[in-house]
């Protein structure tokens, strides 16, 4: 057993003991996914990547673009776009001038990628532009009063990709720059008001420790999490995952 694997392990035991109605915020963002994923709906991926949902959520990830009628993905990182194993319709574009024409979808989705928009007015408007009426864009992103995104601001860029690869083994060359534009409640009310959207899910959840793979640090984050999972302290958690419904 690797190293890392011997950390995990003592991770979900000190997760177990401390905070055992935790759920990783990915398993939230797929149940969501599954409500809005039917054999009616023509789909499209913003930021696809490597995948739409984390490599151990393969078969639930192919189970998901078999359902729905039609299925695109864009992203303009090109390695990540042809490593991408699921989606067959891929483009290579920015969510500022999507190559689609107007209202040609139900169902726009983005996991992890609304952090990384530098002009979201414009790109929610973008968004909204594609989508038919009633059409909905579910996003899950990090919560710019987390202490996620708190901590990230307080490292060097030049930093950042060699704790991410520590951390979550994710490579340095697929760490993007953020901007946390779209990242609180009130800034996402805003968005969508402005843009002809009504909120239909506006969810705040706690997730998983950065610090896994770091005993001593993770037991002190899980009872701090522990803390957010309590109403009081809703404000501060980690993941918000968000469906918008364009006006009919």
Same mark, same amino acid.
């Given at each position: 057993?690797? #190293?890392?694997?011997? =950390?995990?392990? &003592?991770?979900?035991?000190?997760?177990?003991? %401390?905070?055992?109605? =935790?759920?990783?915020?990915?398993?939230?963002?797929?149940?969501? =996914?599954?409500?809005?994923?039917?054999?009616? &709906?023509?789909? &499209?991926? %913003?930021?696809?990547?490597?995948? %739409?949902?984390?490599?151990?959520?393969?078969?639930?990830?192919?189970?998901? &673009? *078999?359902?729905? *009628?039609?299925?695109? !993905? %864009?992203?303009?990182?090109?390695?990540? =776009?042809?490593?991408?194993?699921?989606? *067959?319709? *891929? #483009?290579? !574009?920015?969510v500022t001038k999507l190559p689609f024409r107007s209202e040609a979808f139900d169902l726009v989705t983005a996991n992890m990628v609304v952090e990384h928009l530098d002009n979201p007015d414009e790109q929610f408007k973008e968004i909204g532009r594609i989508l038919k009426p009633k059409g909905v864009f579910l996003f899950h992103t990090p919560n710019a009063y987390g202490y996620g995104v708190i901590l990230s601001k307080l490292v060097p860029e030049w930093l950042k990709g060699k704790l991410i690869y520590l951390l979550e083994g994710r490579a340095e060359h697929d760490v993007f720059p953020t901007h946390y534009k779209a990242n609180t409640e009130a800034q996402v009310k805003a968005l969508a008001s402005a843009n002809g959207f009504e909120v239909l899910q506006l969810d705040l959840i706690a997730t998983d420790a950065i610090f896994a793979m770091l005993p001593p640090l993770a037991a002190l984050e899980l009872f701090w999490i522990r803390l957010l999972m309590t109403q009081p302290f809703r404000s501060l958690r980690t993941n918000m995952i968000v469906a918008l419904r364009k006006a009919a």
């Amino acid at each position: 057993m690797s #190293l890392r694997s011997r =950390l995990f392990n &003592v991770y979900w035991t000190m997760r177990s003991a %401390i905070a055992p109605t =935790l759920r990783y915020s990915q398993y939230w963002y797929e149940e969501a =996914l599954k409500r809005h994923v039917t054999p009616s &709906v023509e789909w &499209v991926e %913003i930021g696809c990547g490597h995948s %739409i949902l984390p490599s151990w959520r393969a078969n639930e990830e192919r189970h998901l &673009v *078999k359902t729905c *009628k039609a299925v695109f !993905g %864009i992203d303009y990182d090109l390695p990540s =776009l042809k490593a991408h194993p699921t989606i *067959k319709k *891929k #483009l290579r !574009g920015d969510v500022t001038k999507l190559p689609f024409r107007s209202e040609a979808f139900d169902l726009v989705t983005a996991n992890m990628v609304v952090e990384h928009l530098d002009n979201p007015d414009e790109q929610f408007k973008e968004i909204g532009r594609i989508l038919k009426p009633k059409g909905v864009f579910l996003f899950h992103t990090p919560n710019a009063y987390g202490y996620g995104v708190i901590l990230s601001k307080l490292v060097p860029e030049w930093l950042k990709g060699k704790l991410i690869y520590l951390l979550e083994g994710r490579a340095e060359h697929d760490v993007f720059p953020t901007h946390y534009k779209a990242n609180t409640e009130a800034q996402v009310k805003a968005l969508a008001s402005a843009n002809g959207f009504e909120v239909l899910q506006l969810d705040l959840i706690a997730t998983d420790a950065i610090f896994a793979m770091l005993p001593p640090l993770a037991a002190l984050e899980l009872f701090w999490i522990r803390l957010l999972m309590t109403q009081p302290f809703r404000s501060l958690r980690t993941n918000m995952i968000v469906a918008l419904r364009k006006a009919a």
